[in-house]
Nanobody, 123 residues
Framework: QVQLVESGGGLVQAGGSLRLSCVASERTSGSLVMGWFRQAPGEERVFVAYASTTSYTRRYADSVKGRFAISRDNAKNTVYLQMNSLKPEDTAVYYC????????????????WGQGTRVAVSS
């Protein structure tokens, strides 16, 4: 069972930046597709970004394209989400996710989840 632990959330003003980190428990995490989702209050969990095992493929939600960047360090079993130019609408709980085979951007397509880290962006 893969365990994922996120960190790096917090309160930031609009226009600011945060970097989220997610450490995986398994040494084989380098063989997992890693991604980030977010869930705002009263809303569904939605896709933000993912990176393939080698980071050759990276995909982003339209809402964060050009502002967020996903990266991973397989030697450290860690995936990052650099968030720049933050907006109040980015406020949500951010979840790290992993899957052995990429099947899609629906939350149901991903097998492993972290506990989430809260990001709040003030206007």
């Amino acid at each position: 069972q893969v365990q994922l632990v996120e960190s790096g959330g917090g309160l930031v003003q609009a226009g600011g930046s945060l970097r989220l980190s997610c450490v995986a428990s398994e040494r084989t995490s380098g063989s997992l597709v890693m991604g980030w989702f977010r869930q705002a209050p009263g809303e569904e969990r939605v896709f933000v970004a993912y990176a393939s095992t080698t980071s050759y493929t990276r995909r982003y939600a339209d809402s964060v394209k050009g502002r967020f960047a996903i990266s991973r360090d397989n030697a450290k079993n860690t995936v990052y989400l650099q968030m720049n130019s933050l907006k109040p609408e980015d406020t949500a709980v951010y979840y790290c996710a992993a899957t052995q085979y990429y099947r899609g951007t629906s939350a149901s397509d991903w097998n492993y989840w972290g506990q989430g880290t809260r990001v709040a962006v003030s206007s």
